[in-house]
């Protein structure tokens, strides 16, 4: 098990041995990451994570074979040879076909027959032995006056059926199909009636070889193909793969049930083979594009939750709401609520732009979050009567509204604002995710985060599960303040369950807060397990220990006070006694390697904890990339081809970028836009977040759309 993943995931077998075992110790997958690095090799968090699935996965592939061994123990069919394929198979479709190939017979088509007594009649036709006489005469024997064997022929007809059964039960035959439909086959769709242009337009009379297509076609075309726009076929060349099941099968091709074999054969693979390949076929090829899509989100999430936070900042929510009311929200420089309004764009426009330049005024606004909903028009015009009629030096950008609806209705909204409507609950989460995403998208489920198109195509337990990973890992890398953090946030750190987190807030709420991260196991049913594998993502600001403040875990703080007691000037002040230790270093000539050999750690660990002691507080997030603020609201109507733009890349998808050049709407960068060079994935040029010049190249008022070119 552990060589078949190192070998998939092109890692050494000593590094998976380890992974694996302390993961089926029950260490948890940042844990080992930041604390057991060196014992895994220097292992990142997604390589244990596929070490993880990987081993998942093998898991159920021996459970699959465990149970398919039982079922055909209780049958009394199981033998050396049947255990054998079952050892050998590789994945679970290879125990899907040795499932159907040894599974208890149905009432199918062939079992029908064998009720008849056909099967010594199939059985001829299989051993190809006879060459003397007709096949009619061996079906007259089985002719009888009443039923459905009224004739020569349909005994026949129903003994195939029997041959055709076994031909789709053998392994090898399906082996010879599944190569050829994939290499050979094309994917051919076509409009179910007559359909306007819209968005399946061009594949209305498409055709592709599977392996070609590109993962958001794949999506598009099933996604047509549920909505009942698009029919879907695979088209393999039939008489081809006929031939190739005959040579397979016919080994005496002076039989004279031979035109009865190959009829067999065809009906067999028309019938049982083709539609199970076909099915396997757009099954793998969903499931390639849906995790290249997963990957793509997790990349774009990413991203997102390590922006850096706009600090400092008041912030004014402006919902997008319906045409005629909306709502906004206010919120202070650490995201409390401080005011609301409601906006009437239909019977009040002046009154609603005086009353926001009063609150602007009042609440000394710094930045406008405007969101990017349905009904958006209304509130750009308002949002641009602001900007410029303010005193205050304001600036605007447009934030992703999908999540804001969620939130609104969540238990997290509802013990944060028991009081207030969800519409302004909606606008307070777009102030709060522009200052800070990571603190807020972590109050609702993953899958309401928009963060690329196709995102209701994906399998949402799979995207489900790969997006809290990622939020996970995020939350992990910037580490949780023990005191301020969110049973939302808490749930995300190593060890902890959603009832332990809504107990530690409990117990902060109750006693003030946390003076230790020892004070933890006071918490009632957080016990060593837990504490071990949580605590050192867990910060305390001001507390008793200034290590409490770090990321270096409590299992090292002996070590820590031994080096700094003997090279540093004690644990009161970190900076300045890991700045004593290293003049010390330079006069002793001792380098880091010899310093961490005297303390038994490796030296990558000891450079850990010098870091974590030099600048404890400092938050990762901050060396990102901050986000594009804008003093002017810019409409379709005011773009011209050949205009440079600077604009911020909103979503990274496999045919190109979206970029918000400040519009509700982002401008699409074509991969063939993004480069002079051929570009083969957007993430080989730009990242989520990154701001970029570009290009007017289109604008297509109908449509709404703009057309932008990263090519000079």
Known sequence: ????????????????????????????????????????????????????????????????????????????????????????????????????????????????????????????????????????????????TEGDLLTAEAVLVSARDIVARRFSQDLEIREIVRKFTFQKGMLVTQARGQFLRGEFEMYYKYSEVPWKIPPYRILAINRGEKEKILKVSTDVPEEEILKRIEAHVVKNRETIFLDELKKAIKEGYRRLIAPAIERQLRSELTEKAEEYFITMFAKNLKSELLRAPLKNRVILGVGSGVKSVTRAAVIGQAGEFIEGAVLDLQNQWEQTVNDLLDLVRRDQ??????????????????????????????????????????????????????????????????????????????????????????????????????????????????????NTASASLLKYVPGLSPELTKRIVHYREERGGFQSRDELKEVEGLGDREFFQCVGFLRVEGGSNPLDNTFIHPEQYDTVYQLLERWGSGVSNLPESVKAVRVKMRLAKADTAQLASEFSLQESTFKDILKNLENPTTDIREDSRPIMLRTEVLRLEDLKEGMLLKGTVKTVAPFGVFVDIGMRKSGLVHISQLSDKFVKDPFEVVSLGDIVEVKVINVDLEKNRVALSMRF
């Open 1 to 144: 098990m552990v060589v078949k993943i190192a070998s998939k995931l092109s890692l050494k077998v000593s590094q998976v041995e380890k992974a694996v075992e302390l993961l089926e110790a029950g260490h948890t997958v940042p844990f080992i990451a930041r604390y057991r690095r060196e014992a895994t090799g220097e292992l990142n968090e997604e390589q244990l994570r596929e070490i993880q699935r990987g081993l998942n996965a093998m898991k159920s592939l021996e459970q699959r074979k465990k149970e398919l061994i039982e079922l055909l123990s209780h049958q009394g069919t199981f033998s050396p040879q049947i255990e054998e394929k079952i050892e050998n198979a590789l994945t679970v479709p290879e125990i899907g076909d040795l499932c159907l190939a040894f599974k208890p017979a149905e009432l199918t088509r062939a079992e029908l027959a064998r009720q008849l007594g056909l099967q010594p009649l199939a059985d001829l036709m299989l051993a190809q032995e006879v060459t003397q006489g007709s096949p009619e005469d061996y079906a007259l024997r089985h002719v009888r």
């Open 365 to 482: 606004i710094d930045i406008i979050a405007l969101g990017n909903g349905m009904a958006v028009e209304q509130t750009e015009r308002l949002v641009a009567q602001i900007l410029s009629r303010s005193e205050r030096k304001l600036s605007y950008t447009v934030v992703e509204e999908d999540g804001a609806s969620a939130y609104s209705f969540s238990e997290a909204a509802q013990e944060e604002f028991p009081e207030l409507d969800t519409a302004l609950r909606s606008t307070i989460f777009i102030a709060r995710r522009l200052q800070d995403p990571l603190r807020e998208l972590v109050k609702i489920n993953p899958k309401f985060i928009r963060i690329g198109i196709y995102q209701q195509e994906i399998d949402q337990d799979r995207l489900n599960d790969r997006l809290s990973f990622v939020i996970q890992l995020c939350v992990n890398r910037v580490g949780v303040d023990l």
